[in-house]
Structures are given as C-alpha cells and as structure tokens.
C-alpha cells in the first residue's frame, strides 16, 4: 500500500518564488515526494532546474509536451497529488483559479485537482487589499480552499506591508492539518458530478 504524500507544488510569478525551494525541502525532510508545477512567469523568477534538481523529479510547465503517455498531462499530475499547494500564488492564480480559467498547465491543474488545495498568496500590499483579490479570496476560501494568511513586513517593491509569502514553516503547518483532515474533501463542489460525467 502506498504511504508517501505526494504533493504537487505550484511556483508562480511573484518575487517570493524563491521561498519555495525552501518549502520544497521541508517537505521532503517530512518524507512527501513533491512534483513542481511552474507558470511561465515563475520562471522569470527562479530557473526551472533548481526546481528539477531538488525534487529529482521533472518540472510540469508546458501544457502541451508530450511526456510520452496519452493522459494529458494536467489531468496525471491532478490524480496523482494527495494535496497540491501554490506558493506563492500571485494575484494572477488567485483569480484564475476564482473563476475557472485554465489557460495554463497550472491553472488548468489547479481546477482538475480533487485533492485539497493550499494557497499562500504574495503580492504587493495594495494588490491585496484590492476588492477584486479579497473577492476571489473570499469564493476560495467558500469553496473550501485553505489559504494561509500572507504576513505583514518589508516588501520587494520597498513599501512595508501586508503581502509577504506565509514562512514555509506557516505554509507546513497548514498543509500538515489540511492532510489530516482528509477525510472530508476540500473541494465543497463538483466532484461526484464530474465523475459521472
Ligand atoms: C519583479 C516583479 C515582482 C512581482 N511580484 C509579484 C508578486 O509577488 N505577486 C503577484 O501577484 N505578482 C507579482 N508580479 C506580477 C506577476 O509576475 C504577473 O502578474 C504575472 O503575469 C504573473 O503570472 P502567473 O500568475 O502566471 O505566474 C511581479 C512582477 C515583477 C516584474
């Protein structure tokens, strides 16, 4: 019987990216098996082969590679995650994911994944606190997305704020209580109706 958690990591394009080579090895030190998705933007950010050399594993960025197995590759990565975690998640993914917009590999992931799903978001503080992201946060959060709280502090653009990427240990700790309630699905729609479809 498998035991290893398996977490689907998505990176995108916020200057905080680079936190989440540090997250990744917290998670491994707690002995989950991570696979990375990145957005294009991420990879402004950070190289893709830092990602590709810690986790041992390829990074998921092109939505139309061919891997070499018919299952496309959004809807392989979606079943085979026990929890799939955006950190950081820019306001971009956050709005994406709100209204369904799948025009990327991660995003596309992100709505075909029926494991619970962990956002730390990371912007500036005036993209935070704008009605349109507290929206999209609020529709998350109704539909059962957990989302760690970003924390207050200097930020990259040079303003002090609310906005910061939740610490990896914050981040952990979420995903650690998001896990052991599994037994209820995060996702609070959608999933048996899309099975029988
Ligand atoms: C230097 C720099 C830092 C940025 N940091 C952030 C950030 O922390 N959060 C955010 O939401 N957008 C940030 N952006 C804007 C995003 O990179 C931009 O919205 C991009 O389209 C996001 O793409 P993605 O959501 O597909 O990764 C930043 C842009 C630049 C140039």
């Not at 924390?151 to 650690?176: E, F, K, N, P």
Request: aromatic share 4%; with cysteine; proline share 4%.
């Amino acid at each position: 019987m498998r035991q290893e958690t398996r977490v689907l990591l998505g990176v995108t394009g916020s200057i905080a990216a680079y936190k989440s080579a540090d997250l990744l090895r917290l998670m491994q030190r707690n002995g989950w098996s991570v696979r990375v998705i990145m957005t294009r933007a991420a990879t402004e950010f950070v190289g893709e082969l830092t990602f590709r050399t810690l986790s041992r594993q390829p990074v998921a960025i092109d939505m139309f590679e061919r891997p070499g197995q018919w299952e496309p590759i959004h809807i392989a990565l979606a079943r085979n995650a026990d929890v799939m975690v955006i950190a950081p998640c820019t306001a971009n993914v956050i709005a994406k994911i709100a209204n369904g917009i799948a025009d990327d590999l991660l995003s596309c992931t992100a709505l075909s994944v029926e494991a619970p799903l962990v956002l730390a978001p990371a912007m500036n503080s005036v993209m935070l606190a704008h009605p349109a992201t507290i929206a999209n946060l609020d529709v998350l959060r109704s539909r059962g997305v957990h989302v760690v709280e970003s924390a207050m502090g200097d930020l990259a653009c040079g303003t002090t704020g609310r906005g910061r990427m939740a610490d990896g240990a914050d981040v952990m700790d979420a995903v650690q209580s998001v896990l052991a309630g599994q037994h209820t699905s995060a996702r609070k729609y959608g999933a048996a109706e899309r099975r029988s479809v």
